[in-house]
């Protein structure tokens, strides 16, 4: 296997943890997006989309990284990221996604490159948006851990699932861009559990060359 990514972005970290969870050997493969890498050849005729993560497995080219989780998890099922029944599994993804869906998409590159070289907004104004939907959204994943007692180490049970593999590279991007988080301590409690374990902390983004 092959793995696309860019060492900073949130949905190749996903990536990149569900991988380390199942213990799969995959070469990686950087796609740097500051240089615009990804709308360069060779990466541009494999990708339609033009974004990262992509994953090739044989001749099997495979994108989004939601889709990617569930195709590994599906192939390769032990430990399963997404285990219990349908209203467990329902409640795994409703987290994911509340971050995937909810907070990512209003902060990921291309909008934040929108805001700044076509709208013309300010560094300090950009950097008050990530926050805001950062923060805001954050608040909604607090609720759904809080408030539910199938929350346990993590967001679901005593043992990673997909929900944490999207969660985590969420908490990174907010730390560095100095997002409040003292408002979530459910949500810091989960990513601090998440982060004494190997898969999360030796793929998190400064654990890779092009990072320094």
Same mark, same amino acid.
């Given at each position: 296997?092959? @793995? ?8 190749? !970290? *996903? ?34 989309? *033009? ?9 099997? =080219? ?42 990512h998409p209003m902060n990921n590159l291309r909008v934040l490159r929108f805001l700044?070289?076509?709208? &013309? ?6 950097? *008050? ?6 923060e805001t959204g954050l608040e909604a994943v607090e609720r759904q851990l809080a408030?539910?007692? *199938? ?10 699932? @997909?929900?944490?593999?999207?969660? =985590? ?11 409040r988080l003292d408002h979530v301590p459910t949500v810091m409690r989960v990513f ?9 902390? &030796?793929?998190?983004?400064?654990? !890779?060359?092009?990072?320094?």
């Amino acid at each position: 296997m092959q @793995l696309y990514h860019y060492f900073r972005s949130s949905a190749s !970290y *996903r990536v990149r943890i569900a991988l380390a969870l199942k213990g799969l050997d995959c070469e990686l493969v950087p796609v740097h997006l500051l240089h615009n890498e990804q709308l360069e050849e060779p990466y541009a005729s494999i990708s339609a989309a *033009r974004l990262v993560p992509l994953l090739k497995d044989g001749d099997r =080219v495979l994108t989004q990284s939601m889709a990617i989780i569930e195709y590994l998890d599906e192939v390769h099922p032990e430990p399963r990221l997404l285990p219990g029944d349908a209203a467990a599994r329902a409640r795994i993804r409703a987290i994911a996604q509340d971050v995937a869906c909810e907070i990512h998409p209003m902060n990921n590159l291309r909008v934040l490159r929108f805001l700044v070289r076509e709208l &013309k907004v300010s560094e300090d104004d950009k950097n *008050r948006w990530y926050r805001h939907w950062v923060e805001t959204g954050l608040e909604a994943v607090e609720r759904q851990l809080a408030g539910d007692p *199938r929350t346990g180490h993590f967001c679901h049970g005593d043992t990673p699932t @997909l929900a944490d593999c999207v969660l =985590v590279p969420q908490i990174h991007n907010a730390q560095r861009l100095a997002c409040r988080l003292d408002h979530v301590p459910t949500v810091m409690r989960v990513f601090d559990a998440c982060m004494r374990l190997d898969a999360f902390a &030796k793929t998190q983004p400064s654990a !890779y060359p092009e990072s320094a």
